[in-house]
């Protein structure tokens, strides 16, 4: 058994899989992929990447059948077709051996390389499978396998592929947009020590025509890294400025937060149309409170922190939501122009049974009260976890004991705009 080109390939494992038609053998397809050799390109040069896939390929022909095939199908690929397999389960035996194979260092010359190998397992047999169908299934399942972050994954049919669902919803969002699909739903934080609305969380929703409710980290996932993801903060952001304007003249003389994302930030015409938005809806920038999470403050981009202070400069709030999740430098914290942290739900929400999140919330709140920052706690779900942050000196509170994210009619209806507060006792 040799390593087959391309093409060489293609032709063998076709006419090995057209042979099979009509007789009940089991065959699978194995694509290996190798996520560091294109990083290796430009360091080692063409000629050392593809020797490397030569002497991998040999090693991996050496550990299958003689009737097996094995094809360098691409810069950062290789493809095996396992022929006659007794059982499903013997394709990903194979899988697995191939990856404690390749899972050590490559060693060449005097360097060790990590390869970083993924692996897409798709069976079929002679009646139905075809080496294209094949090998797009391997393919679909190592896409799978990123996703998941697993080194092997054995393709499983769907009643619709994630890909093309992420086209189709990237194509109706862009109309979603432009029609009443999209709407905000407010959730309201309540001030621990005046029992008073603070402000409330401009939440986006997605009622689709045709497939419900889309979830909104979903939805934000479809967006992101495309041009849909300005348009979309544009539309949450006037919309919610719009719907402020509407509950302040109501009597709810509370504020609003906006979530942004890392994408907004990059965006050099973000400040001016900020200031666009508010001058239309006359809300005072200082009830305006722009949300990022704490990966997005984090960002090291160069035009980042000149935003954010021009942000904070124009007179808006900014908090970073999520505080406690992801990976905050306190060096870079020093020089974030701050207003107030969100410690996330996953704290909050157990800290009345678990000792050690009652701690950490305790040590969130007390580090940013040193920095002159307030403190958000969501997730707030019983009057036990309101107790304890009012005794740890937390300053507002947001959650379903609180309240669900409301549409706004809802939510001039629940609360007592006389009062401004909600009933929030035992």
Known sequence: MTVLAYQEFLQIASQKLFDSHGIQQRHAVLMVNFERLAELDGVLGFATVDEILQKIS???RDSLKQDDLVGVIGRYQICCLLVDLPTNAHAELAAHRILRILTPPFALQRRNIILAVR??????????CTLSQLMSNASLAIRQ??????????????????LLLQIDLWSDLGNAIETRELYLGYQPQVHLASGKIESTEALLRWNHPDRGFIPTD???????????????????????LRECAEYRKAGLNAGVSVN??????RDPELLELVMQG???WDVPAGCVTIELTETAFMENHTGTLKTLHALKDAGLRLAMDDFGTGYSSMARMLDLPLDEVKIDMVFVKHMTTRRTHDRIVDSMINLAHRLNLSVVAEGVEDHATYERLRVLGCDIIQGYLI???????????????????????P
């Open 58 to 60: 040999c090693q991996l």
């Open 119 to 128: 692996i897409g397992v798709a069976v079929g047999n002679g009646y139905d």
């Open 145 to 162: 396998a990123r996703l998941d972050h697993e080194p092997i994954k054995i393709f499983a049919p769907q009643t619709e592929d994630p």
């Open 218 to 240: 979903k939805l934000i996932q479809v967006a992101e890294g495309t041009e849909l993801m300005s348009r979309l903060t544009l539309w949450v952001f006037n919309t919610a």
């Open 260 to 265: 942004f994302s890392a994408d907004d930030l």
């Open 278 to 280: 508010l001058s239309i």
């Open 403 to 425: 309240g669900k994210a409301m549409p706004l009619p809802e939510l001039l209806r629940t609360v007592s705009t006389s009062a401004n507060c909600l009933n929030i006792n």
